[in-house]
């Protein structure tokens, strides 16, 4: 087929249909509203979906027919290697787009704090969590975008309060990591550094020690306990607390905080509100008689 000519095209009307270029598979030149103008397009079918698609390769006569000839020809280059251009354009695309909005260290520091302190019910925590970035790492990463960020930099920030501060520098490093969890979620970066910066530090001498939890009484020794200490006539504030949190398992301050409205003695159980729980969820106790019985003494006690 015999390429297009500057005379035929110039003489389209936008009445008339697709003009076919004749000099590469797939272009063609479709009318416009204004005579002798339209736009080249590429009709071709993605070697990556399978699907029809169609291309926009410039303006006529900006772009004449040598030059959509030469831009159709590249075209079907790649489509031959098995590369859909429009595919190609549009990773590149939000390639771009995400390199211009990477967040500096410091400011995906703050949009993480924001986010996540909603569901801190503890204000002195809220306050220590973006305080202790702000202090040590912002002055020395915060200027890094975090898809720059190496091991080496996240150990440079740890360093001055590693071996001094090993408590403060512990959770440092647990913050820098939700920081940069929450960039690597985003599609901002690749990788945590955090996860090996330790290969970077030296050993924090008293870990040990302070990773040792509080010990908590062996369940075999409880009935004895129970009889020495507990099994007493005299009526104590202290004492009936202690054994009610037994003999349901419950936290301390549940059973601190709990009320009369809160239990069910003809049916034996203690509901705990949701508000009153950890994870929020209500929870449901059932009680044994000498629970309920403790439960009885207090309240004739207090009446």
């Known amino acids: 087929m015999a390429v297009i000519t500057d005379a035929k095209a110039r003489n389209m009307k936008p009445t008339d249909g697709l003009l076919s270029h004749g000099g590469v598979t797939g272009l063609a030149l479709e009318p416009s509203k204004t005579k002798g103008h339209g736009k080249w397009i590429m009709r071709y ?6 699907k029809r698609r169609k291309a926009g390769l410039g303006a006529y006569p900006e772009v004449g027919i040598a030059e959509a000839g030469k831009k159709g020809m590249s075209f079907r280059e790649q489509l031959t290697e098995g590369i859909d251009p429009l595919e190609l354009k549009a990773v590149a695309a939000q390639e771009a787009v995400k390199a211009a909005v990477v967040p500096l260290f410091k400011d995906a520091a703050e949009t993480v704090y924001a986010e996540l302190k909603v569901g801190w019910k503890n204000a002195k925590h809220q306050a220590q969590w973006i ?67 330790g290969h970077l530090l030296t050993q924090q001498q008293s870990k040990a020690v302070r990773v040792e939890h509080q010990p908590a009484m062996p369940w075999r020794v409880i009935p004895e306990f129970w009889q020495t200490h507990l099994a007493v006539d005299d009526y104590n504030v202290s004492r009936a607390l202690l054994k009610f949190l037994i003999l349901t398992a419950a936290r301390s301050g549940e059973v601190r905080g709990m009320t009369w409205a809160e239990v069910d003695f003809e049916q034996k159980i203690w509901t705990i509100p949701a508000e009153r729980m950890k994870a929020k969820f209500q929870h449901r106790v059932p009680l044994s008689q000498t629970a309920i019985e403790l439960l009885k003494k207090t309240a004739s006690l207090w009446q």
């Open 45 to 50: 079918t993605s070697p990556v979906t399978q």
């Open 131 to 197: 305080t202790t970035l702000r202090a040590y790492a912002v002055p020395i990463i915060g200027e890094i975008p975090i898809d720059q960020l190496e091991p080496r930099h996240i150990a440079d920030a740890l360093r001055p309060i590693w071996l001094l501060k090993p408590e403060t520098a512990s959770r440092l490093k647990q913050r820098i990591h939700a920081v940069l969890a929450w960039g690597w979620a985003h599609g901002y970066c690749k990788s945590n550094p955090v996860d090996v910066v």
